[in-house]
């Protein structure tokens, strides 16, 4: 039998076996390159139950996607044997997510007689370190960095016994034989052990900064309650305004601070532990600088027995933030974390089980009553996203910001966690390395490239250095065919694209797109009316220009932003009446900056999406009257949000609340979705929606949207396994590469290399 799916790492061939026990079947189950191969025999009534009952029996974690079985001679096998694994095959072995700690862990974690009792390390064939430690596939403990330490004989007797909880699990460990930690001070010896804990917590409790190697990497961690010691964090990070996430000692201590559904208490409790946005509850007695301006926080429980100690032995709140400087990935060793780190942090909790793979926090929200991925990483990448398009190996390679790459081969697609902001040196390093060892861990060799059309992406040049045959797929489209891809449709679907900014095919900006767009090709019917971006860039963290560009755009007078010094609104208004370097962008968010600055909510940006996601914090509950804008009749249509622009100044001037105002422009371009939608329904005769870009990453606009088009009889698709950010742009890329190859071969499934 061929079993494929998810099923090494998580205690299948454990479970195998026992089922076989329970038969009285012989023979053999082991892990190869495509998976978990089994031969089994015995007599034929316990072979039919041994075939029904496997995908009953399978364990929680593992997830069966295809059995296949054919006959072969009886070889007189007298018992059922775990073998060890063959050699990488054609490819299609898992390497598995990072698993937070099982129950069952934590409960020994906690009992003072068990070997384990406060063993930072403990895991089980349920949970633990899997993708961050995996060198090569298939997964044994030899191709993990858990390759250096020796198992004691209680662990080996474990490791062996089909009945234990911990028969083969692979990362292995106890306090005898396992990693040990290590609390570092700059200048002073080091301290080991149990001591080293205590020393880290004491650290935290006085109110210092201490870097935590976690699973994928190094995190800081304060005390969420001290605003001292979370705006000298800030400081020191150089990070004024960007939210911090904050972990909680258990489900009990994070309703203490946030409004949970049953939606976000299930994504706090996942086995993948992400950082879950939530509603703050009103007083919460955290620090002011973990979540400036805004009504939510990123809160997370323990995703590791390490932290669970710590949140245990320290405070209940700490702030968990990535352990790097501004632009660098996180670090993920000591050597990296002391050099580059030393200035922020005042001591580092390490330990000697090395991090082979850099996976930051997952960060996920409740969006439309279920969960929405804003950042895709520790505990759900690389799990793959089944894509019967993917017969030629491909390789995708996102955008610019907020990268990620995507490998789709044999009818997977694997997208890679999240790399970052390709800006500096060491993030182009980390997203170079990322190419490499995810090909050799889901066994691809891609014989096709996609990238962005934008010719100055760095993944775009690092395409064009690749010597194989490229598809440049354009950045709308790709957002719209990641969410198609993503729910295993083909499409066509009316695809609205509301995003920051990306390349249209002549390379115009564009941003706020109506398409016709189905996986292997678009038309664009629509878009937002375009605004001028006053200076280029700098619009884009100076929201105030794009204010100043819709008040000239709308014949309004410039004099409405008297805060901003004269000199510098009067050398922007010169540009603007020369038009120079003020190029046009549809772009839908730079709409909301534009409205953002105008209510004088926010002027100038120290992150992506700043001034929208501050308006929407202002925001009232509750239904509100849209502002009106003008559907233009041209080819491709265009909507003029001037009218909404005076219903903005208008209000503002009759004293109306900026947090009415906020929720009637979030309302009003819920209504563009939608008239947007139907003008292309009305064409086309579709009735099927899918919203993608940056933008959809607002609950607030999705639900309002969605809410709309539903009236309206639309079918809405919204983004559940990749963010509707640019996160999601490499596998709408190689979905859309995949279906223009040239050389499209027809599925086949690779045959087991015996
Ligand atoms: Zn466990
Ligand atoms: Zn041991
Ligand atoms: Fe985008």
Redesign the pocket.
Known sequence: MRVRGTVQAVGFRPAVQLLAARLGLAGSVRNDGAGVWIEIEGAPEALTSFCAQLKIDAPPRARIESVEHASIAARGETRFRILPSGELGAGGARAPADLAPCDACLAELDDPNDRRFRHPFINCTDCGPRYSIIRDLPYDRSRTTMDVFLPCPACRREYEDPHSRRFHAEPIACPACGPQLRYLVQGQPPIGGEAALAAAVQKILEGGIVAIKGAGGFLFAVDAQNELQVARLRARKRRPHKPLAVMARDLAWAERLALLDEPARRALTDPARPIVIVPLRPGAPLAPSVAPGLREVGLMLPSTPLHQLLLQDGPAWQVMTSGNRREEPIACDDATALSRLGEIADGFLTHDRAIHTRVDDSVVRVVAGAIQPVRRARGLAPDPIPAEWATTPLLALG?E?KSTICLARGGEAFVSQHLGDLGGQAALEFFEETVEKLARLVGARPELVAHDLHPDYRSTRFALDRGLPRIAVQ??H??VASCLAEHGRFGPAIGV?F????CGPAGEQW?GEFLFADLSGFRRHGHLRPLRLAGGDRAVTEPWRLALSALKDAHLDARRLARIEPARRRAVERLLAADLSSPKTTSAGRWFDAVAALCAVRDEISYEAQAAIELEALAQSGAHEPFPFLLQSAEPFAIDLRPAVRGVLEALDRGVPVGEIAARFYETMAEVVASGCRRVRDATGLELVALS??CFQSARLTERSCARLRRDGFDVLLHRRVPP??GG?SLGQAAVAAHQSPNRRSAHVPRHPR
Request: no cysteine; charged share 10%; aromatic share 0%.
């Open positions: 955008g910001l950045h709308h790709a957002h694209a995003d920051g900014n990306g941003g870009g940056g950010t640019d742009l």
